[in-house]
């Protein structure tokens, strides 16, 4: 795997990027940087090379891939030649593009049948990150990228974290240091009388409720499992560590007695060493019995946001240091970031998310 390590010199990253690029064109695999988190990027047009992207992450071959694009001149080569957007559509796009807002179109022709497994729609979104919106424009073409982890694994939002997963199946790295948002981009399906979200992410229920005029929903129940999947995270256990993940959310003093609570069962049926992740205010307040290498506390004046930033990363961090078991502070779910946030953590947890 070639390594690409970006910093200030714009001839050094120019000549860096040039390569990627040339990788991309040529069917290889290479991860690159996003605003999310690191994707993992193949030419859409080029259906050898995306199935190589399912079979490096070992991911489902019926979930689907987000494509990428540079600017909105891009999108004529991702949709059908006479396939106007909606007023909705262009509403999102000059609201939110470049941004973490995935947008569900008609393929068209031209995109890989990988890319969108058993549906005639596919997501695209413009990254908001320059290295991205660089890499994709020197390349040419569309690029499919879901994360660029092992599928089933915290997605990565360091480079490193790439690496560790891929570094031995993929063909380049591109490294512009650590993401800014880390939890995936908001999926978006536009009907014609709702607006849908299939997956929870950077750009809010509220925020895309002040740029159209339709309702936009988010509820889970409303996703038919047993169709054909048109978005990523919608049908597979995703974002998991090898620790046992637990969550909580509602009053701090219930959070702490319910922490305890397990921390202090004797029924464990394994050797307890917890880590935990809550408000730094949560943890000044409260003992609990947990090593302090492995307390992690947050602002908790933008907890939501600390929280989706580095949520993936300590995951990885906390498996890498033996915990069995992850303690961790949730948000509300039905507000703002939160959403997303829990979401992502009801996936990794593999359900054990409790109000309390």
């Avoid at 988190?37 to 489902?60: C, M």
């Avoid at 490294?175 to 948002?181: K, L």
């Avoid at 702490?256 to 000044?284: C, Q």
Wanted: with cysteine; charged share 25%; glycine share 8%.
């Amino acid at each position: 795997m070639q390594r690409w390590t970006l910093g200030d010199d714009d001839g050094h990253n120019r000549a860096a990027l040039s390569q990627a690029a040339s990788l991309l064109q040529g069917g290889k695999l290479v991860a690159f940087p996003t605003e999310t988190v690191y994707g993992l990027g193949a030419s859409a047009l080029d259906e050898a090379a995306v199935l190589n992207i399912f079979r490096a992450k070992q991911r489902p071959a019926d979930n689907p891939l987000i494509v990428h694009i540079a600017d909105e001149t891009q999108l004529a080569s991702v949709l059908p030649s006479d396939y106007e957007p909606s007023r909705a559509h262009k509403q999102l796009m000059d609201a939110f593009w470049p941004g973490p807002l995935t947008l569900l179109f008609p393929v068209g022709d031209a995109i890989a049948p990988a890319v969108h497994p058993g549906t005639d729609l596919v997501g695209v979104r413009m990254p908001d990150h320059t290295i991205a919106r660089t890499l994709i424009r020197l390349s040419d073409v569309p690029i499919a990228a879901p994360s660029a982890n092992t599928s089933g694994r915290p997605s990565p939002t360091t480079a490193d974290a790439v690496a560790e997963d891929l570094g031995e199946v993929i063909d380049g790295l591109v490294d512009a240091g650590p993401c800014g948002i880390g939890v995936e981009s908001t999926v978006l399906l536009v009907e014609e009388e709702r607006a849908l979200i299939l997956r929870p992410g950077g750009i809010t229920q509220e925020m895309i409720a002040d740029v159209i005029d339709l309702p936009v929903v988010y509820d889970a129940h409303l996703i038919d499992l047993d169709a054909p999947a048109l978005a990523p995270g919608m049908k597979y256990r995703h974002y998991a560590p090898d620790a046992r993940v637990h969550v909580w959310w509602g009053q701090p003093e219930e959070i702490y007695r319910a922490m305890l609570e397990l921390l202090l069962d004797d029924e464990v049926d394994h050797e307890l060493r917890a880590a935990i992740v809550a408000p730094d205010d949560f943890l000044s307040r409260y003992e609990l019995p947990v090593a302090r290498d492995l307390a992690r506390p947050l602002c908790h004046e933008a907890y939501d946001e600390a929280l989706a930033k580095h949520l993936y990363r300590l995951l990885r961090e906390f498996d890498h240091a033996g915990a069995t078991d992850i303690l961790i502070y949730g948000v509300n779910p039905a507000r703002g970031l939160g959403t997303a946030v829990m979401n992502r953590l009801q996936k990794a947890s593999g359900g054990r998310v409790l109000r309390v």
